[in-house]
Nanobody, 126 residues
Framework: QVQLVESGGGLVQTGGSLRLSCAASGRTFSSYTMGWFRQASGKEREFVGAIKWSGTRTYYEDSVKGRFTISRDNAKNTVFLQMDSLKPEDTAVYYC???????????????????WGQGTQVTVSS
């Protein structure tokens, strides 16, 4: 069992930065692929990016590539989402998730992740 708690959301102006954190409980955090998803109001939840259990590989959705960076600290059971050059269209509730797979065909799918946090709101003003 893994429990995930996101933090770091807030209000930022266009072009600004935020760093989200996701703290995980459980001794097996370092064995999980960690994903970030987001859901804008009135829209379906969408994949943002993911990081392999080892931290050696990351994968990003095209819309955030080059602006967002995912990292993890397995010693502290924490995964981070650094968001730079934020745009109003990045406004959403951001969720972290934990799964056991690192496969290209499933990485972007919600069903590949077993555990989810409660989400943190990010609002980018224009």
């Amino acid at each position: 069992q893994v429990q995930l708690v996101e933090s770091g959301g807030g209000l930022v102006q266009t072009g600004g930065s935020l760093r989200l954190s996701c703290a995980a409980s459980g001794r097996t955090f370092s064995s999980y692929t960690m994903g970030w998803f987001r859901q804008a109001s009135g829209k379906e939840r969408e994949f943002v990016g993911a990081i392999k259990w080892s931290g050696t590989r990351t994968y990003y959705e095209d819309s955030v590539k080059g602006r967002f960076t995912i990292s993890r600290d397995n010693a502290k059971n924490t995964v981070f989402l650094q968001m730079d050059s934020l745009k109003p269209e990045d406004t959403a509730v951001y969720y972290c998730s934990a799964g056991t797979s690192w496969t290209g065909t499933t990485l972007k799918r919600e069903y590949a992740y077993d555990y989810w946090g409660q989400g943190t709101q990010v609002t980018v003003s224009s």
